[in-house]
């Protein structure tokens, strides 16, 4: 896929550009395909190094994420003694990214940066970072054992450019004992979107006061479109080459926006924002009893929702796939975020951070990594160890994105969209979400004007992006 220099202005005016628009660019000369497949990755530099060599990784895990981090970091560190590690922690993903780009133009880098999922393209198109695949090629490195579909998400033309690292997925959380108030059997939760209106009608029959809570989530549609196999945006999701027009105004993403609709019609549903936990603590205080939310909330939920720390004392949490289009088309996506190699960084720099980072992705380090924060292990063999048996035999619910993510179909639509202005694509969603659930406005009209949106963001990142 071409990848070839932003148009030139001055580097302010680039960084500001860059965070607008979802690109991050400082001057650099984005990686054509071929140049990142002969890219090489010093990761011999390490063994003839003497002292120790202090590499810096910016990441942006909240909470006990955050100390299950930390841990396997200090668990490196005594592990061996040339490389060491020191974390920093960013706010947010969107406050890691922004940084990111800034250090683009002022050099003011770590050695590795952990980004979310939906910035691949613009990372690629930054030229700042050392493909992973580089780094794998040159150490002869196999993702044999990973989860076909993690690596598969972080692959571009032919080239892995973040190494994986943590992943989620959607998860349905519902409330078993408003089900059987209901009348609906709660080992069978609702596995598609018409299953979940009918029981949302049965719910508010039963004094539910608005059963379905819908966290407004652009994320969710993209789930939607590749449940049901189906492509977001043109050329194999952006995989193949860049990504010029959206494909979800279509039969499917029209039936989601559909379904929206009927939920509002019919008075069973509201939405959320996507940035609080309003739909779980409605759960929790028995205003709801079903929602869709990250996997990677799991630790919460069990935690404040399932302790009693919920002021409904009868909850009874559930954890349950996604419900699809249409059970059995396709499967979920991989979220989460990839850790990224700085190209400015020292060759040796680079090898100690690559060390690193195969560290983090050892199954023992996966299975820790799954146990302390809910996040999906990305090797198949890390899902065989006893510490993580052990957990998912004591809450089944967190093994639940786990087979969720295997379950599914290996395709060109379930691998994921690469989109440039990734964010602010997601936003036209967002928006079309609000005009729906705030404004009663219709359904298939708000998603044919968040398409057409879309497809503007994404022509006027191409046009500074020569192809």
């Known amino acids: ?154 692959t571009v033309a032919g080239t892995l450019w973040g190494m994986p690292f943590n992943v989620s997925n959607p998860l349905f959380y519902y409330d078993k004992h408003d089900f059987t108030t209901a009348g609906l059997d709660p080992t069978k939760p609702p596995t598609t979107l018409d299953e979940v209106l009918a029981d949302a009608k049965k719910l508010k029959a039963a004094g539910i006061q608005t059963p379905f809570e819908f966290k407004e989530d652009s994320w969710y549609f993209e789930q939607w479109i590749s449940g049901a196999n189906k492509l977001y945006v043109n050329n194999g999701n952006g995989r193949s080459k860049r990504a010029t027009k959206v494909q979800f105004n279509s039969p499917e993403g029209k039936k989601v926006f559909s379904w929206l609709g009927s939920l509002v019609s019919s008075g069973v549903a509201q939405g959320t924002d996507k940035d609080q936990f309003d739909n779980l603590l409605a759960i929790g205080n028995g205003n709801a009893s079903m929602t869709i939310d990250t996997s990677a909330a799991l630790g919460t939920v069990y935690s404040v929702l399932g302790s009693g720390g919920a002021s409904d004392k009868q909850l009874d949490i559930g954890v349950a796939a996604m419900p699809q289009i249409a059970a059995g088309k396709g499967g979920v996506t991989v979220a989460g975020a990839g850790l990224y190699i700085m190209k400015k960084s020292s060759p040796l720099k680079q090898a100690a951070a690559w060390d690193f980072l195969k560290f983090l992705d050892l199954p023992a380090s996966q299975a820790t990594w799954s146990v302390g924060t809910g996040y999906i292990p990305i090797r198949i063999s890390a899902a065989k160890d006893p510490a993580l048996q052990a957990q998912w035999a004591k ?63 994404i022509a006027d990142y191409n046009s500074r992006v020569a192809n």
């Not at 964010?423 to 708000?446: C, G």
């Open 395 to 457: 809450e089944p619910g967190y093994k639940v994105a786990y087979d969720q993510l295997v379950a599914g179909k290996s395709t060109v639509a379930t691998a994921g969209p690469v989109i440039g202005p990734y964010a602010a694509e997601r936003v036209t969603i967002i928006n079309a979400y609000q005009s729906v659930f705030a404004t009663k406005s219709d359904p298939l009209a708000s998603l044919k004007t968040a398409a057409a949106k879309s497809n503007q963001l």
């Open 1 to 154: 896929m071409p990848r070839s220099w932003i148009r030139p202005a001055a580097a302010g005016t680039v960084v500001a550009l860059a965070l607008s628009t979802g690109i991050a660019v400082a001057g650099a000369s984005p990686s054509t395909a071929p140049r990142a497949a002969a890219v090489s990755c010093p990761v011999k530099a390490l063994k003839s190094a003497k002292g120790v060599t202090t590499i810096t990784m910016w990441e942006a895990m909240p909470r006990n994420n955050e100390t299950t981090l930390e841990a396997l970091t200090n668990a490196y560190n005594s592990s061996q003694t040339k490389v060491h590690v020191n974390l920093v922690q960013q706010p947010t993903y969107d406050a890691t990214y922004q940084k990111y780009v800034a250090g683009l133009t002022t050099g003011d880098l770590p050695d590795v940066v952990q980004l979310e999922d939906n910035q691949l393209q613009s990372v690629i198109d930054s030229g700042g970072a050392i493909p992973a695949g580089a780094c794998a090629k040159a150490d002869n490195y196999s993702f044999g054992d990973f989860v076909k579909r993690v690596p598969a998400y972080y």
